[in-house]
């Protein structure tokens, strides 16, 4: 039976591949900040796989590292690492924004996928297998208004991605990011700090993905054979051409 190592389980995106993963038989070590989410979600999901839980901040490259170097033996091989912890934080024009949303984002989204990433490696080196996917965003391949740091964020796991197929290429690990548009998560709460009403708008209107979409597309991309590696996916809802152009008239 295969590891995941899945950042950001606690929810969205994250969550779901967990319960997908636990379909196609994949043991979970699961990771995020909330300890009584990742609980519960151990109790639903060990009734079919093995679960490890983690509790750290993906920004506190201590805890990261730490975490990751003393894995219970039956968990220490992880086959694969799905990067998935990160937000953005604020919708502001760049004259505007603040610099704690900004260091947010940078240190979650950039910096703590790559302390995962640099913890989790070596163990696929010494493998000479693994799998790494990476979450980008449709942010990650446009700027949208307003969009500045946060697109500047995806826009570098877009380039680590890219990074990663290269310099691991020679060890045989597999590196892919899938990059969606609209998803209805917990994502547009975090953006607008809590403002569920502006959140919701997101969403009005339209058919938006659900995390359950992206879960499935991450384990087809994972149960591939071996020397099939999806390298690059943009997934968007259908009501969504690009970053500013949503149908609400379907
Ligand atoms: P959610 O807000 O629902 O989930 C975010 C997850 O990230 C949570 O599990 C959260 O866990 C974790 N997380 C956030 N900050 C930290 C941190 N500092 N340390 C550890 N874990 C952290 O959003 P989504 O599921 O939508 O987002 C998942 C990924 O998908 C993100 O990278 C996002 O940028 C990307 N994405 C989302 C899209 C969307 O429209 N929803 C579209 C394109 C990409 P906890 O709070 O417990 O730590
Ligand atoms: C999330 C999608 O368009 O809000 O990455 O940036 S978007």
Request: proline residues 4%.
């Amino acid at each position: 039976m295969k590891t995941a190592l899945i950042t950001g389980a606690t929810s969205g995106i994250g969550k779901s591949t967990a319960y997908e993963f636990s379909k196609h038989n994949i043991n979970l070590i699961l990771c995020g900040r909330r300890q009584e989410r990742l609980d519960q979600l151990q109790s639903e999901l060990n009734k079919t796989v093995k679960v490890h839980t983690l509790c750290f901040d993906v920004r506190n490259k201590e805890s990261v590292f730490k975490s990751i170097d003393t894995l219970p033996q039956e968990f220490a091989s992880i086959d694969i690492l799905v990067n998935n912890a990160g937000n953005a934080h604020g919708l502001d024009p760049i004259q505007t924004g603040s610099l704690d949303d900004w260091d947010a984002m940078l240190d979650i989204n950039v910096k703590g996928l790559l302390y995962v990433s640099k913890a989790v490696i070596p163990k696929m080196i010494s493998q000479k297998s693994g799998h790494i996917i990476n979450i980008g965003s449709i942010a990650g391949k446009e700027v949208y208004p307003n969009g500045n740091v946060y697109c500047a964020s995806k826009h570098a796991v877009d380039a680590i991605n890219k990074g990663m197929q290269i310099d691991l290429n020679q060890y045989g690990i597999r590196v892919g990011a899938i990059h969606p548009g609209l998803v209805a998560t917990e994502f547009s709460n975090v953006r607008f700090k809590g403002d569920d009403k502006r959140a919701d708008t997101v969403y009005d209107g339209f058919d938006p993905l659900r995390p359950e979409d992206i879960a499935d597309i991450i384990a087809f991309v994972v149960t591939r054979p071996y020397h099939v590696n999806i390298a690059d996916l943009v997934v968007f809802p259908t009501a969504q051409a690009n970053s500013t152009i949503v149908n609400k008239s379907l």
